[in-house]
């Protein structure tokens, strides 16, 4: 998951997002920031949720009591109404252990000294003075001689996909993209006193900044037309400038720029928790909208019609500026077909498209105790005595099952057969492995999208529906291989 937090690399961006932020200065801001203290010392602190967390059986409900445990003191109902992708959000809690044992400085040094950590794939090193941003990436491992050696020298440190060597941060995020639907991703910044590592920049991702140590001066402005590069003047006056400590939380959608700088006297130590990058209508269409052209040209005659011979002389931008009927008449075609082409959309197979690739960025599930008992990481397998005993099936009719979370599989169809997509067997790091899937059998198909639709719910192998019982004990088999389901009984 290292790398689609970045900050935007605007020369390569600027088309993506223009229209993006464009539409956000018009449509939607002056922005008006909420503002919330906290003095509530009572909540629970992470490790202790964890272990609650790991007690609550319907990991939906696991997924939102963490997120609400994230913004709080906020409603999560209110902060998706009122706040998701439209307005930052500052949570000053004046607690600093509040985000204790997420990560610390010292579970840093552990990963470089422990972790083949590599130089520009989970390791940058940056500098930002008088106005220029550099990053100073040498080739090879990061250890610890050289990496303490760039901070003392006044660079700041970001580490790419902390989620790959931290089993915390591992588990919160895998969590927490049960809640948003898509892909939560991370991002640790050690800052050194009195620097900043970074230029003024927007991201295209929704993003939670976590202050873990230390603290932070952020600036965080209106969104703006891109640019390459953004002087002060540029983006002019900040609508919110605070300095971060442990404990407290900012929330900013993308698109909104901010810098932030470390105060003379004391590090920063933050993590920011992205998610959303990709994950708008747009991208949606973009996948919409080239299979219901294909999809109309082969079954539309209108679609397959020849341009007019002459319409390179009225068409086009060295025509723009012309008042012809001809070219009333080719925009009233081409406004025609594009109603047309609606009718077309395939929008149940682009969403479907739309899952694969979620389910190919995801993080594969931390399990719970309860968990790796009931599935096949704790089935009674093993070598005893000279031999391999309780080999073989352990499903039956009576065996009461589930998936093991919910959206841990999907079923996609190719137009040809049907398969199931899963993360179980996903990497720690992003796009390590190739997407997971298997095909269904047919006769196991209405089975299969039961037992999806049951969840939470055990259900008994007896009651899917197929056609015989050996089918649904071969399919409980097969989906208890794979680690999908568990049983509500260690087996």
Same mark, same amino acid.
């Given at each position: 998951m290292s790398k689609l937090p970045l900050p935007i690399d605007y020369h390569l961006e600027c088309n993506r997002l223009s229209m993006y932020a464009k539409n956000l200065v018009k449509c939607l801001y002056s922005v008006c920031v909420t503002k919330v203290k906290c003095e509530d010392a009572s909540v629970e602190a992470l490790g202790d949720l964890l272990n609650d967390l790991a007690e609550i059986s319907n990991s939906r409900e696991r997924a939102s009591k963490l997120f609400q445990w994230l913004i709080h003191p906020i409603p999560s109902k209110s902060f998706f109404k009122d706040t998701w992708e439209k307005k930052p959000v500052l949570v000053q809690r004046q607690n600093i252990n509040y985000y204790k044992g997420l990560f610390s400085t010292a579970e840093f040094d552990r990963i470089l000294r422990q972790e083949n950590i590599q130089y520009g794939v989970n390791l940058d090193v940056t500098s930002y003075t008088n106005g220029k941003r550099e990053t100073h990436n040498p080739p090879g491992r990061a250890l610890p001689f050289t990496v303490w050696?760039?901070?003392? %020298?006044?660079? /700041? $440190? %970001? &580490?790419?996909?902390?989620? +790959?060597?931290? /089993?915390?941060? =591992?588990n919160v995020l895998s969590i927490l993209q049960e809640q948003f639907g898509s892909m939560a991703g991370a991002n640790v910044y050690l800052t050194p006193p009195g620097t900043q590592g970074f230029a003024p920049h927007y991201d295209d991702i929704e993003a939670f900044v976590i202050q873990l140590e230390g603290k932070k001066? =952020? !600036?965080?402005?209106?969104? !703006?037309?891109?640019?390459?590069?953004?002087?002060? /003047?540029e983006i002019g006056?900040?609508? *919110?400038?605070?300095? *971060?400590?442990?404990?407290?939380?900012?929330?900013?959608? !993308?698109?909104?720029?901010?810098?932030?700088?470390? $105060?003379?006297?004391?590090?920063?130590?933050?993590l920011t928790v992205s998610s959303y990058q990709r994950n708008s209508w747009g991208d949606l269409l973009a996948k919409v909208v080239p299979a219901a052209l294909e999809m109309a040209m082969e079954e539309d005659v209108e679609f397959r019609r020849g341009l007019p011979l002459d319409y390179l002389t009225y068409m086009g931008v060295q025509n723009s500026d012309k008042v012809l009927q001809t070219r009333v008449q080719f925009l009233s !075609?081409?406004?025609? @077909? &594009?109603?047309?082409?609606?009718?077309?959309?395939?929008?149940?197979? +682009?969403?479907d498209q739309k899952a694969i690739d979620f389910f190919h960025d995801c993080l594969p599930p931390t399990l719970t105790a309860e968990e790796l008992a009931s599935s096949v990481h704790g089935a009674p /397998? %093993?070598?005893?005595?000279?031999?391999?005993?309780?080999?073989?099936?352990l499903m039956k009719s009576q065996t009461r099952i589930r998936l093991i979370r919910s959206g841990i599989a999907r079923l996609c169809s190719d137009g040809e057969a049907v398969w199931l997509y899963y993360t179980a067997d996903n990497s720690r790091v992003y796009h390590k492995e190739e997407p997971k899937s298997f095909e269904i059998k047919p006769e196991h198909t209405d089975?299969?999208?039961?037992? #999806?639709? +049951?969840?939470?719910?055990?259900v008994t192998v007896g009651s899917l529906p197929c056609e015989s019982?050996?089918?649904?004990?071969? $399919?409980?088999?097969?989906?208890?291989?794979?680690?999908? #389901?568990?049983?509500?009984?260690? @087996?």
């Open positions: 050696d760039f901070y003392e %020298r006044g660079c /700041s $440190l %970001r &580490m790419l996909n902390p989620q +790959a060597f931290s /089993s915390t941060v =591992w001066h =952020w !600036r965080v402005y209106d969104p !703006r037309c891109p640019s390459s590069n953004f002087s002060q /003047s006056k900040p609508i *919110l400038e605070v300095v *971060l400590e442990a404990g407290d939380l900012l929330y900013f959608p !993308r698109g909104f720029i901010h810098q932030g700088d470390c $105060l003379p006297d004391v590090h920063s130590l933050h !075609r081409i406004n025609g @077909l &594009m109603k047309k082409l609606a009718a077309y959309a395939p929008v149940d197979a +682009a969403v /397998s %093993r070598w005893e005595n000279g031999k391999a005993v309780d080999v073989g099936a089975a299969t999208e039961f037992l #999806i639709h +049951a969840y939470p719910k055990f019982a050996e089918d649904k004990v071969s $399919l409980a088999g097969v989906l208890f291989e794979k680690g999908l #389901i568990h049983t509500a009984e260690p @087996l």
